[in-house]
């Protein structure tokens, strides 16, 4: 069994999209979206620096785009076999649409507000988020906790990112934990967290419009690894995600349950690969980067 991955935000690197664009069909989709959206993905796939694409309301339309083009030619050369799809943070967009849950196009539409809203929360209050590295979920979160901090993203045993005010995330890093490193990451706010409350509301409305489908094939959660079946589940719970956690370390331990013996992350691809690898045992990790790595899928 496979799993399907989509990346989240932070993935996107300059010009990445590039060799994908020499299909018509995926630069016709990415124009398509662009009109839709009313962001030039095209320009911010190819040409756009990396501080260009880093702003948030770009950035998640972005990675969704390209895990809906790469995705879709991922699915197409595996035909029928076995696959699992999940999403970490807005990649999780990618995998209910690729679930069959929403089109494609509606997808599009949901990303975009959700970059606007996320956007647009993280403009009201100085927050940031900052990597704790060298201990996991159960050792990291009491100390968070003390310093008024809260754990947005838990990606592994050892791997857990830090969200909250600038200033508390400034002590944090004088003071870290013993036996861990805080690296500060480069984000526009406190993403997965109560700083986001405003971006809900948005997103209610979008998901009002949307009449969603059960997932055709196994769809796991970022709130605890599980596979959700009802499609109405999933887009409550995608509305919910942008004040809650990442749990992608319960994800990666479902996987393992689940019995996969493939992990392949979609373009922007490279984080979750590393993360799988370190955590998957005997599992086999590879990254859709480049057109030519859908012809290694066996």
């Known amino acids: 069994m496979r799993i399907l991955a989509a990346p989240g935000q932070g993935s996107q690197k300059p010009g990445f999209l590039e060799p994908w664009l020499a299909d018509e069909s995926a630069k016709d989709s990415l124009a398509h979206w662009s009109d839709l959206t009313g962001i030039d993905l095209v320009a911010h796939g190819t040409t756009s620096d ?61 990303v975009a ?86 971006a809900q509301e948005p997103l209610r409305a979008i998901a009002s419009t949307m009449s969603p489908q059960n997932p055709m094939r196994p769809l796991h959660t970022n709130r605890d690894g599980s596979v959700v079946e009802s499609g109405q589940e999933f887009l409550d719970l995608l509305v919910g995600q942008v004040v809650s956690p990442v749990r992608w370390d319960l994800c990666m331990q479902s996987f393992e349950t689940s019995g996969a013996s493939e992990f392949i992350e979609l373009a922007p691809a490279g984080a979750l690969v590393g993360l799988a690898k370190r955590a998957l045992t005997g599992v086999e990790c590879r990254k859709i980067d480049l057109p030519e790595h859908i012809d290694e899928l066996s």
């Open 113 to 198: 507000a959700r970059g606007r809203a996320m956007a647009d929360a993280a403009a009201l209050t100085p927050t940031g988020m900052s990597a704790v590295v060298g201990a996991g979920y159960d050792a990291i979160a009491p100390v968070l906790e003390g310093m008024n901090l809260r754990p947005a993203n838990v990606n592994s045993d050892s791997q857990v990112v830090a969200a909250g005010l600038l200033s508390d995330l400034a002590a944090l890093k004088d003071n870290p934990p013993e036996g861990t490193r805080v690296i500060p990451l480069d984000v526009a706010g406190a993403f997965h967290t109560d700083f986001m409350s405003s």
């Open 50 to 110: 990396a501080d260009t694409i880093r702003d948030t309301r770009i950035a998640q339309p972005l990675i969704v785009a390209a895990g809906l083009l790469t995705g879709r030619r991922v699915l197409a050369a595996l035909g029928d076999s076995s696959v699992h799809l999940a999403g970490h943070s807005v990649g999780e967009i990618t995998a209910a649409a690729l679930a069959g849950v929403f089109s494609d196009d509606e997808a599009m539409t949901f």
